[in-house]
């Protein structure tokens, strides 16, 4: 029996028998333990120029742990025996600080790297650290009182913490003013002089290049102008003339930056990426051109989220732009109630923070939603919804006595109507309409 056996088992080169363990692989065990790469959607061509480096690049893709142990070590004994005496205030400002180093300098060093490779992967991992470094402020913050917040942001910036003045822009909603001395027009032009109006064009290009569809950013800017119209019995800075929501702000500056950021999609998608060695490019023009390239993608491609495919790709986009609107609304919500100037680099640095996060998050939650064998959520996505899920709690719970005006009728009920329109539509286009089509065929 023992013969027969070994004579119906695989054997190896040398004439013995195999290990069953080794050669009776299933195809769906094989599926499971084939590593899977760490840039989704790369070629075999571009995983081995992502991989190839000259002597001169080579140092600055090599680990360097046991350098970059010593080097905070000596960092370390300088600041132990340096900042000493102070009084407590700078004391706590200068912990905190080096806490913050010390953090990122683990994240540089020992976090894995995200889907983007440029300009450097350390880069990726910072903004990984940042953004949890974020989520724990939030959570502290989530904890304190309003009061206690706003003197906190002193020790930021001893300007902060006053109150801000109300600005209103649905004071002056006259289209044709021929008395005024600034012109006939002078309410429509002094509207598109605003600050704001570059922020408009800026924020929405950002969003374009981070969503990559026109259809989602479309629709993600006219829920953004239904939501000012919802909460300006709250907000002042969200009165604003009709013109000013419908010409100005959607059918202008949104439309602008989502036509500008998917002509540069349509420009990265459609340009071949070919990096070689600088050391192997023979003209001088051709290395600085390949040096300022480390600052560009890697590689690109166009977004296809299928909106219409099917109900549950559906969901999935509606969440995301949920997320993104609740994440626009915080902002407001954030600087009225903390008493944050709008051009204060506070408000400038989280948003920044916020959409590096949000190119890696979208990055993120499209190869979940697209790759069926991705089953879990990637770090940068679940950072940036816990993110922004805390950042509304926060100002939920500070709001507690000073948003007491109840939502206007008009506003209940104009969302009950597009909310039932849209589940009827949703239930009508992805479960009737398609019964129907098949029972026919």
């Excluded at 969003?207 to 919802?230: G, H, P, Q, Y």
């Excluded at 349509?266 to 300022?292: A, C, F, L, Q």
């Excluded at 899920?389 to 009950?416: D, N």
Aim: proline letters at 6%; aromatic letters at 14%; charged letters at 15%.
């Amino acid at each position: 029996e023992r013969r027969l056996f070994e004579a119906q088992m695989p054997t190896t080169r040398s004439g013995r028998p195999a290990s069953p363990a080794r050669n009776s692989r299933s195809p769906a065990r094989d599926s499971k333990m084939t590593p899977k790469s760490p840039y989704p959607g790369l070629s075999k061509q571009q995983l081995r120029e992502l991989s190839q480096h000259d002597k001169y690049s080579r140092v600055f893709y090599e680990p360097h742990s046991i350098i970059a142990l010593m080097s905070l070590v000596a960092f370390g004994v300088y600041a132990a025996f340096s900042f000493d005496g102070g009084d407590s205030v700078f004391n706590v400002k200068i912990g905190l600080i080096a806490c913050v180093f010390v953090f990122l300098y683990y994240c540089a060093t020992q976090f894995h790297d995200t889907l983007f490779v440029r300009p450097h992967p350390v880069f990726w991992r910072v903004v990984t650290g940042l953004g949890v470094l974020y989520l724990i402020l939030c959570v502290f913050l989530l904890f304190q009182s309003l009061d206690d917040v706003r003197q906190l942001l002193k020790h930021v910036d001893p300007s902060l913490g006053v109150p801000l003045p109300e600005r209103s822009y649905g004071d002056a909603c006259t289209v044709y003013t021929p008395d005024n001395p600034n012109g006939a027009f002078a309410n429509i032009w002094a509207c598109l002089m605003d600050e704001f109006v570059v922020a408009h064009v800026l924020g929405w290009f950002a969003k374009s290049m981070m969503i990559r569809n026109t259809a989602v950013c479309l629709l993600i800017s006219v829920w953004f102008e239904l939501l000012e119209l919802t909460f300006q019995h709250w907000l002042p800075n969200f009165i604003e003339c009709w013109w000013d929501h419908i010409i100005v702000d959607l059918l202008t500056c949104n439309a602008l930056g989502i036509w500008l950021g998917n002509k540069a999609v349509r420009y990265m998608s459609m340009r071949e990426y070919h990096w070689d060695i600088v050391s192997n490019i023979p003209t001088v023009s051709g290395k600085v051109s390949r040096i300022i390239g480390q600052f560009g993608p890697f590689s690109w491609d166009k977004s296809d989220w299928e909106v219409l495919s099917g109900p549950k790709r559906m969901l999935q986009i509606v969440f995301m732009s949920l997320v993104i609107l609740t994440n626009e609304m915080n902002a407001f919500f954030l600087k009225f109630l903390l008493w944050i100037p709008p051009s204060h680099p506070v408000n400038l640095v989280r948003l920044l923070l916020w959409w590096l996060l949000g190119l890696l998050a979208t990055r993120e939650f499209h190869h979940y939603v697209s790759d069926p064998s991705c089953r879990k959520l990637g770090t940068h996505l679940w950072v940036s919804v816990t993110g922004v899920l805390v950042e509304l709690l926060i100002w939920i719970k500070f709001s507690r006595g000073i948003f007491t005006q109840p939502f206007p009728t008009t506003v209940v009920v104009s969302w009950a109507v597009g909310i039932s329109a849209f589940v009827a539509w949703f239930i009508y286009h992805f479960f009737y309409k398609t019964k129907v089509k098949v029972s026919v065929e």
